[in-house]
């Protein structure tokens, strides 16, 4: 399984942009990039996820490098509900519910 | 639509003792997999089922066994526990396993398992 690396910890202002960054430089031409972000005391939450080309959604965007080696995820303006964990994952295309967490980046948010 | 839910939402056993968890899924979802995250770690894959089938399965031994019914919910059950079982036990829902690589999961706020 292919593998990610990110910051273990991010700190960040209240309605601030924050990228958050992820590396994998071992990423498959078949693997999909997830993020999940997890809140305290609840279980993961799907955040976006992209293929080649940058995403947007209502939540997030998803900026990935033209080699696929790394992408950025990014908030484009950070609130106190947006402080969690946030995982970056490589999703390979052979198996729909396995998910391989790393530690992820815990995401501090002041006010 | 309701979302996933798992019950209980906490336990306590001692080592040694068994321990079913529950999982229902979300509505017109048909594959549920399930994870251990220990205490500071990220989610771990256990396995998951499709059509009341295991269809996948991560580093885990055989005394971690599940169920999937036929209205989709599922068991997790856990035989001899050991202390190192103690962990949140979560519970994922997928519309299917036809989505390859694309769709999202749906969590529940998982099972806490201490065992002592």
């Known amino acids: 399984d292919a593998k990610t690396t990110q910051p273990n910890s991010m700190e960040s202002n209240e309605e601030e942009p924050v990228h958050l960054p992820c590396n994998h430089s071992?990423?498959?031409?078949?693997?999909?990039i997830h993020w999940y972000r997890q809140l305290p005391s609840q279980g993961p939450e799907y955040v976006i996820h992209?293929?080649?080309s940058n995403v947007n959604n209502r939540m997030a965007s998803l900026a990935i490098a033209e080699d696929r080696k790394s992408s950025t995820l990014i908030l484009h303006r950070a609130t106190l509900r947006d402080a969690a964990v946030y995982y970056c994952i490589l999703r390979d295309s052979s198996n729909t519910g396995k998910l391989i967490f790393g530690q992820g980046t815990t995401l501090q948010v002041k006010p | 639509e309701t979302g996933v839910t798992q019950s209980p939402t906490h336990l306590i056993k001692t080592r040694g003792q068994q321990v079913t968890l529950r999982c229902s899924s979300q509505?017109?979802?048909?594959?549920v997999s399930w994870y251990q995250q220990a205490l500071g770690q990220g989610p771990q894959f256990i396995f998951q089922y499709y059509r009341e089938e295991e269809n996948g399965r991560g580093n885990f031994p055989p005394r971690f066994s599940g169920l999937q019914f036929p209205n989709y919910s599922s068991e997790l059950n856990v035989n001899a526990l050991e202390l190192d079982d103690s962990a949140l036990y979560l519970c994922a829902s997928s519309p299917g396993a036809g989505i390859r690589g694309t769709g999202e999961l749906f969590f529940g706020e998982g099972s806490r398992l201490t065992v002592l």
């Open positions: 992209g293929l080649t």
């Open positions: 071992t990423i498959s031409g078949t693997d999909y």
């Open positions: 509505s017109g979802h048909n594959t």
